[in-house]
């Protein structure tokens, strides 16, 4: 072990053991996402009204758990949030109405929702673009790859959407 340690090619710390370039890629996406956390600026507005009145008006009942998303995914403006559960526990069903409280949200700064919704496979993209009514790329489409130049958006070219999405996560592994 000493000797992999040595060559750079395993990083010990702690009581735990990482292949040099998981953990190379872990810290860069811990780096990443906390830059995105850290950009998060809360816009006021009574979110609880406004998703009261869309779900009387659409008579929704949102269990509380779909609630506590709903108004904590869409309560300002940047920041970097996961929706997980179990299949068919109404993931989908509460992205559609986090998806109009942006909305509002955004209506109210007088602004319009620049929404991406990417999906790790075609696949994935369909069923998502079915599910949500808005149109679902793929990662690779939605980032423009190209087999010769890799990403066209990229670090030094980000993308310009107020929103991304990104559906079927688990399907991505961290390289």
């Not at 929404?115 to 696949?123: E, M, S, V």
Request: one cysteine or more.
């Amino acid at each position: 072990m000493k000797l992999l340690v040595l060559q750079n090619r395993i990083i010990i710390e702690d009581d735990r053991i990482y292949l040099e370039n998981y953990y190379d890629a872990e810290h860069q996406v811990a780096n990443h996402v906390n830059r995105i956390i850290n950009s998060e600026t809360p816009v006021p507005w009574d979110i609880k009204t406004e998703l009261d009145n869309y779900c009387k008006k659409n008579l929704i009942e949102l269990e509380d758990k779909q609630i506590e998303a709903v108004i904590k995914f869409s309560q300002s403006i940047g920041g970097f949030y996961i929706l997980n559960g179990s299949a068919g526990c109404g993931k989908t069903f509460t992205l559609k109405v986090i998806l109009k409280m942006l909305d509002i949200m955004y209506k109210n700064i007088k602004k319009s929702a620049n929404i991406l919704l990417l999906a790790p496979t075609g696949k994935a993209a369909k069923v998502a673009t079915k599910a949500t009514g808005m149109e679902c790329k793929t990662i690779h489409r939605g980032l423009k790859y190209n087999p010769e130049f890799g990403f066209e958006y990229n670090e030094n070219n980000p993308l310009e959407e107020d929103i991304i999405i990104v559906d079927e996560s688990s399907m991505l592994d961290i390289m």
